[in-house]
């Protein structure tokens, strides 16, 4: 099975920073990565796919970027709306796998 | 707008048996890949199966952990994606997702997602 790595688990900022967030997979899965964005009791949300384009009604300043087994999350602005749980996740090869999350607090 | 509802949800007794089911709205069923994924209580997010479309006459994948136990299948003329949960352990708590999948090759991510239907695995 493929390993995705997140780091870090939890991170806090404040409203306006940069935040990225990095995703390592164990073995390459070439750009077959999509991060996802989730809120307490909510179903998470597409955000990226193929490594680095934009889900259709995502918000520009969510960008993603890499290949191979290296990959970024970033956000170049936080707004209130974006404190959640954010998950990669590979489609290389089965099973499909996820990372382990990382937490986006409010500093 | 695509919607998918998933029911079946509950209690069960560790070794008992359980049906989900996902019923898809406003796109084309048939043509998608169909997942479940599930998420334990305060956990992260763990990939249980998929469905492939018709057109790869709904062939199914299978995590290790459930190969064997769970069952996924379809009932095409109501839209419908169902997870037969057998021999149910206390591991399989969970928040149980119906997942619609996007795209093909590098481009397959899970665009829509259901609500969620808890299963509670308990003596």
């Known amino acids: 099975d493929i390993q995705m790595t997140q780091s870090p688990s939890t991170l806090s900022a404040s409203v306006g920073d940069r935040v990225t967030v990095t995703c390592r997979a164990s073995q390459s899965v070439s750009s077959s990565l999509a991060w996802y964005q989730q809120k307490p009791g909510k179903a998470p949300r597409l955000l990226i796919y193929k490594a680095s384009s934009l889900q259709s009604g995502v918000p520009s300043r969510f960008s993603g970027s890499g290949s191979g087994t290296e990959f970024t999350l970033t956000i170049s602005s936080l707004q209130p709306d974006d404190f959640a749980t954010y998950y990669c996740q590979q489609f290389k090869s089965y099973p499909v796998t996820f990372g382990g999350g990382t937490k986006v607090e409010i500093k | 707008e695509a919607q998918l509802v998933e029911s079946g949800g509950g209690l069960v007794q560790p070794g008992g048996s359980l049906r989900l089911s996902c019923a898809a709205s406003r796109f084309t069923f048939s043509d998608h890949y169909m997942d479940w994924v599930r998420q334990a209580p305060g956990k992260g997010l763990d990939w249980v199966g998929r469905s492939r479309n018709k057109a790869n006459s709904y062939t199914t994948e299978y995590a290790a952990s459930v190969k064997g136990r769970f069952t996924i299948s379809r009932d095409e003329s109501k839209n419908s994606l169902f997870l037969q949960m057998n021999s149910l352990e206390i591991e399989d708590t969970a928040v149980y997702y119906c997942?619609?999948?996007?795209?093909?090759?590098?481009?397959?991510?899970?665009?829509?997602w259901g609500q969620g239907t808890m299963v509670t695995v308990s003596s």
């Open positions: 997942i619609r999948v996007q795209g093909g090759g590098n481009s397959y991510a899970f665009d829509l």
